[in-house]
């Protein structure tokens, strides 16, 4: 099998080759070199905070060498050594802890080379924009449980991404079977009541569209906390998208809800209360599905 690196869609930080004759795709150049002469010019820093930390992963079938972080004076301040955590037929995993709160606040850029001979593969990320404190972000962590996206999931991998975001727009929603008889009279037999946000991206002026890529592969993992609380991509929510003609960088939302549904602001001692009450009915409802309603043809009635 020929040697190869692979850089997960997935990862924290949006990297692209280091070229001096980028392509026109999407995944060839740094947003800020996509930007179209007509185009007003908009640029984009990712944030980041100086106490956040994260795991980063590659595949690759060559040892990489260190990741090398650079200033805005493109002088490398802090390298970062990879460990080689899982050895596969064709392929090793590779993990290290990107750590920056030793840095002062600044902007910095990640450079990665893959070399062997005659092979040189060169990657530079997006500009990460560190500061003690990002008024108006969101830190999100997210995992999964099973091996998927080109990701080694089940190493323990977690990491994290600090984005301009905020949850609003609550609305109450409910999953409810019906009783309906004969002359239309109606009874909830079982019924759910939970809530739905609004997951707002995007702060004026906008992010790079590659932050809304990255959280749509993020909202697909089965395992998403924001600030500490689990949340999950509502059931066939997609992003709306908000663009301005002629202005590069976009604004998002995303329909979410609680993982754990809860029924109570509650507090323990110890162990976490289960998310809800489970009660039993004699009527098996869910043949029907959630939501719907049962409507019953002919039903005497006594008394």
């Not at 190869?4 to 924290?12: E, I, K």
């Not at 079938?61 to 002088?75: C, G, K």
């Not at 392929?91 to 990640?110: A, C, H, N, R, T």
């Not at 560190?130 to 969101?138: E, G, Y």
């Amino acid at each position: 099998m020929s040697n190869h690196v692979n850089f997960p869609f997935l990862l924290p930080f949006k990297f692209v080759p280091r070229s001096t004759n980028p392509g026109p795709h999407f995944d060839d150049a740094w947003t800020c070199e996509q930007i179209k002469s007509f185009q007003k010019a908009a640029y984009y820093k990712q944030k980041w905070g100086r106490s956040d930390t994260t795991t980063l992963q590659i595949e690759s079938t060559i040892a990489p060498n260190a990741m090398l972080l650079y200033d805005e004076r493109a002088v490398v301040v802090k390298t970062f050594d990879w460990t080689l955590i899982f050895t596969g037929p064709n392929y090793k995993i590779y993990q290290l802890v990107f750590d920056i709160s030793d840095k002062p606040e600044g902007v910095y850029w990640i450079y990665q080379q893959v070399q062997l001979m005659a092979i040189n593969w060169e990657v530079l990320s997006e500009p990460i924009h560190s500061k003690t404190t990002w008024p108006n972000t969101m830190k999100i962590d997210y995992k999964n449980s099973f091996n998927k996206d080109g990701v080694a999931w089940t190493t323990g991998l977690q990491m994290s991404f600090r984005v301009e975001a905020a949850i609003m727009d609550m609305n109450p929603e409910a999953e409810a079977t019906s009783y309906i008889n004969q002359i239309r009279d109606s009874m909830i037999l079982d019924g759910t009541a939970y809530r739905t946000y609004k997951l707002y991206i995007g702060e004026a002026p906008g992010v790079a569209p590659w932050v809304m890529d990255l959280l749509n592969r993020i909202f697909i993992c089965d395992y998403v906390m924001i600030e500490g609380k689990k949340y999950t991509r509502e059931s066939g929510a997609k992003w709306e998208l908000t663009r301005q003609k002629n202005y590069p960088l976009v604004g998002g939302s995303l329909e979410i809800v609680e993982s754990a549904n809860a029924d109570g602001l509650q507090f323990s001692e110890t162990t976490p209360l289960a998310p809800g009450i489970v009660v039993a009915y004699g009527i098996q409802t869910a043949f029907f599905g959630p939501g719907a309603l049962v409507p019953v043809a002919d039903v005497e009635e006594q008394g």
